[in-house]
């Protein structure tokens, strides 16, 4: 038999009992808790300390139709095949106002290309391992410290180019290949850049540097840039850009060709002996970029480049001139879908620019004066947020051939199947 007390206060008394126990229980849990060892990450220390990390993996397949030419697909050098294009992973702290810097680390296939003179890790053409694009499957790619004040920034190290439209990072492209123009300017400089906002709408960057892809600079001269950046509206904006100085130039191991009797003087033993020498390079790039609506967005970029004391044909130095032209357009059609459509021009005048790389020095083949034209269309789609799956169909097409067969001949027409995943983090 159960007795229930009919006295209130036996139920007030347990109900205070219950609330002692639980105000003892609580602070019995806070107190275990402040003596246990606080949550440490390395995130969590990062972000503490305003510094931003983020990275990304690009993994991919290309098929070609014939072998690709390095000096069209700079990134595409393998008929048919499974890559670790890149592996990135950048560190960076950089107030709007006071001192910062940006560390960026590029591991995969990719590096071998991008790696500049002096720092390159791969296989190559000289026994300190150190031409520029040698190879290698690790690369600094940028490092540079930064002081900003007011309307100016001044950074010193190394940094990627003001120069074109796409990116060594390959998640901030919107095609899998690049155009061929990617791999006719500078990838990254190191030296000092100087950034002044003028006004809202305009900004002015002045630099001197090593020049073209070049840690360790190869000639006693600097390189200049300059570049202006017009915002017209908030939809649309216009860069001019140039750079200009000595750049050394290695003469190409071609049949018939006698370099050392062309090159006499001003000779850099270092890079080349007797086969190289300097001449000045000027590259004048400009790039438009305008949204003609929300989800569609057009960029037009315009390249005209020359190379003094280059070789021009056999027994022949002389400057080189090319240029080139390239159109994007990108349309937004959803959240997870996208198109992509680039066409481009690239003219080399005397056929140094544009050499097919089949001989046995590996440095290239004069074919003379070409004109190459590519189409590329591509479609991503991103299922969320930080991933991308890209499909491509690309055509090359070449006044001259330039693209190797299977027998050996070389063709005048490419086409190139691409499929690729990008992970952002």
Request: with cysteine; proline share 2%.
């Amino acid at each position: 038999m159960t007795f229930i007390s009919k006295n209130p206060r036996s139920y007030f008394g347990l109900f205070a009992a219950v609330l002692c126990l639980g105000a003892s229980t609580l602070s019995q849990a806070k107190d275990e808790e402040s003596d246990a060892e606080p949550e440490v990450s390395l995130g969590k220390l990062f972000k503490k300390a305003n510094i931003e990390v983020k990275g990304y993996l690009d993994m991919g397949y290309m098929a070609h139709s014939q072998t690709p030419d390095p000096s069209v697909q700079v990134f595409d050098t393998t008929k048919n095949s499974f890559a670790l294009n890149q592996a990135s992973v950048t560190i960076s702290k950089l107030p709007t106002q006071g001192i910062g810097g940006l560390v960026n680390l590029t591991a995969g296939s990719n590096a071998g290309v991008i790696c500049s003179y002096g720092a390159c890790s791969g296989n190559n053409l000289n026994s300190n391992n150190t031409t520029a694009g040698s190879g290698g499957y690790f690369d600094l790619t940028q490092a540079f410290m930064q002081y900003a004040k007011n309307a100016w920034t001044v950074m010193g190290g190394k940094y990627t180019t003001l120069a074109g439209v796409e990116y060594i990072d390959s998640g901030a492209d919107t095609n899998i290949t690049r155009s061929i123009l990617f791999g006719k300017i500078p990838f990254t400089h190191t030296g000092l850049r100087a950034i002044n906002n003028v006004t809202e709408a305009t900004t002015l960057t002045m630099g001197v540097n090593n020049g073209w892809d070049q840690v360790t600079g190869m000639t006693a001269s600097k390189t200049v840039e300059m570049a202006v950046n017009e915002a017209f509206t908030k939809d649309t904006s216009l860069l001019f850009d140039i750079y200009t100085g000595d750049e050394t130039v290695l003469a190409p191991a071609t049949a018939g060709v006698n370099a050392s009797n062309m090159f006499t003087a001003n000779t850099f033993t270092a890079y080349g002996g007797a086969n190289a020498r300097a001449g000045n390079r000027t590259l004048l790039d400009m790039v438009f970029t305008t949204n003609l609506t929300q989800s569609l967005t057009f960029i037009l970029n315009a390249d005209h480049a020359s190379q003094q004391n280059e070789i021009i044909g056999l027994n022949q130095v002389g400057t080189e001139t090319y240029w080139g032209v390239a159109g994007y357009l990108n349309y937004q059609i959803n959240e997870q879908y996208r198109v992509s459509f680039r066409a481009e021009e690239v003219r080399d005048n005397s056929g140094a620019a544009l050499a097919t790389g089949i001989d046995t020095g590996g440095y290239g083949v004069l074919v003379g004066p070409n004109t190459v034209r590519e189409a590329t269309l591509t479609l991503g789609y991103a299922p969320v947020k930080a991933f991308e799956l890209r499909g491509e169909i690309r055509e090359d097409r070449a006044d001259k051939g330039l693209f190797a067969e299977s027998n050996g001949i070389l063709s005048q027409s490419m086409t190139t199947y691409g499929l690729q995943g990008i992970y952002k983090f």
